[in-house]
């Protein structure tokens, strides 16, 4: 194992330590490992929580500020956070309109989460909606889950659902627009090669170098199917043609994630979103919005997922609405 770290068990305190140099608009609680906005949430602002395992950067870290998260809780790597860390998150994050727990569809996520929005509304008063994102088409069921993984659309929820809230919406109206987003997307993944967890120190699954896992989870879990290496063009087919069974796209606008593990450069990335367009373009699906980088990852895997989101007028105009985090920047 070759990883740019002192210890693998000071991996996610050391990172945090970077955050905080690198980014002095936010605030850092080193001791509950959650990342504020510096300024805090407005007053009268729904505030918009995420977290989970660390090891997805720049998700969710990287999505606090302007136009998208008030606050990050970090868990160890593929580790859920814990209700304690959740429920100070909730606390310090509340301005008073309440607030917005977006959390992936993993075991560990959905108790805390919900265990820590009883404690925060049992201690403190405080408001709480929930929205669980479980967008994936591999599985109905994995290793870490009841039901369809939580991946991709969590970026574009964020995203949107933080507009939404920017321009005043109160609580029940940010929930709705975050859990038809979260019914409106769909997603897929790949890889190439596995990743490798620092305090284990070897990879997580062996995947041959002629062989590649369709399918997979952001935390490694298995996929559908191991099939032979194959062009980007074909791989494109695995992606597209199963988001395209389970979800009509050819109704609208359609915002398109082609989100890289990790450990693939962008070059591979856009020439595999070229082939994504193509086929989308062939089957009828247009094109509102693109996004192609890194934006949840897997550590160190190589490999991709695609994400569709059927669109409207109204989605695309909080899709295109100012943000400034460390991950998502535009309109500023």
């Known amino acids: 194992m070759k990883k740019l ?22 605030r850092v609680d080193h001791s509950n490992r959650i990342i504020y906005r510096g300024e805090g949430t407005k007053t009268g602002k729904v505030a918009l929580i995420s977290g989970g395992g660390s090891g997805h950067e720049p998700l969710h870290g990287g999505f606090v500020g302007f136009g998208m998260l008030d606050a990050a809780i970090s868990g160890e790597v593929f580790t859920s956070p814990t209700p304690d860390q959740i429920q100070e998150a909730t606390k310090v994050a509340d301005a008073g309109a309440g607030v917005l727990h977006i959390v992936k569809n993993y075991t560990g996520d959905v108790m ?34 009841a039901g369809r993984r939580g991946v991709g659309v969590t970026v574009l929820l964020e995203k949107i659902a933080g ?21 409106n997307g769909r997603s897929m993944g790949m890889a190439l090669t596995s990743c490798t967890v620092p305090a284990a120190g070897k990879p997580t699954f062996d995947l041959p170098d002629n062989e590649m896992e369709i399918g997979v989870g952001i935390h490694g879990e298995p996929g559908r199917r191991r099939v032979a290496l194959a062009p980007a063009s074909d791989i494109a087919g695995m992606l597209v ?31 595999m979103y070229g ?31 695609l994400t569709l989101l059927r669109a409207d007028d109204e989605v695309l105009s909080l899709w295109d609405a100012p943000v400034n985090t460390a991950g998502l920047r535009w309109g500023m």
């Open 275 to 305: 082939e994504v367009a193509r086929l989308l373009e062939a089957a009828g699906v247009t094109v509102g919005r693109s996004l192609v980088g890194n934006y949840i990852t897997s550590l160190d895997m190589a490999g991709c997922s």
């Open 112 to 145: 805390n989460f919900d265990m820590a929005a009883e404690l925060a509304g049992a201690d403190t008063g405080v408001t709480v909606e929930t929205v669980v994102t479980n967008d994936d088409v591999a599985v109905t069921d994995s290793t870490w889950t």
């Open 5 to 26: 770290i002192n210890s693998p068990d000071a991996v996610l305190a050391d990172s945090l330590i970077g955050v905080a140099a690198a980014h002095p608009e936010l």
């Open 241 to 271: 043609d199963p988001i395209l069974a389970d979800l009509d796209f050819t109704s609208g606008p359609t915002i398109v994630m082609l989100n890289g593990m990790g450990g693939s450069p962008l070059i591979e990335l856009y020439l």
């Open 163 to 183: 507009a939404a809230a920017e321009e005043g919406r109160d609580l029940a109206a940010v929930a709705a627009i975050a859990r038809s987003v979260n019914e």
